[in-house]
Nanobody
Framework: QVQLVESGGGLVQAGGSLRLSCAAS????????MGWFRRAPGKDREFVAA????????WHADSVKGRFTISRDNAKNTMYLQMNSLKPEDTDVYYC?????????????????WGQGTQVTVSS
């Protein structure tokens, strides 16, 4: 079992930055691939970024490439999402997730564990 807790969300003006953190605990959590998704009310979860277990391979959605960066520190069992140049359309609840496989990390159903989410609001 892996527990995930997100933090770092909040209210920021357009063009600003936030860094989200996802603290993982539980069995061998550092061996999981991890990802970030976001979801606005009434919508499906949207892939944002993913990272393999070592941190050596990352994937970013086209909508955030060049603005968001995913990373992880296995010594701290923590994953991060650095979000720069934020736009109002980035407003969402952001979720971190952990998966046992590296296949299909852009799909929400691939993931085995989810955090509770953290709200990000970008004002115009």
């Amino acid at each position: 079992q892996v527990q995930l807790v997100e933090s770092g969300g909040g209210l920021v003006q357009a063009g600003g930055s936030l860094r989200l953190s996802c603290a993982a605990s539980g069995r061998t959590s550092s061996y999981y691939c991890m990802g970030w998704f976001r979801r606005a009310p009434g919508k499906d979860r949207e892939f944002v970024a993913a990272i393999n277990w070592s941190g050596g391979i990352t994937w970013h959605a086209d909508s955030v490439k060049g603005r968001f960066t995913i990373s992880r520190d296995n010594a701290k069992n923590t994953m991060y999402l650095q979000m720069n140049s934020l736009k109002p359309e980035d407003t969402d609840v952001y979720y971190c997730a952990a998966a046992r496989t590296q296949v299909g990390l852009q799909t929400a159903r691939t993931y085995d564990y989810w955090g509770q989410g953290t709200q990000v609001t970008v004002s115009s």
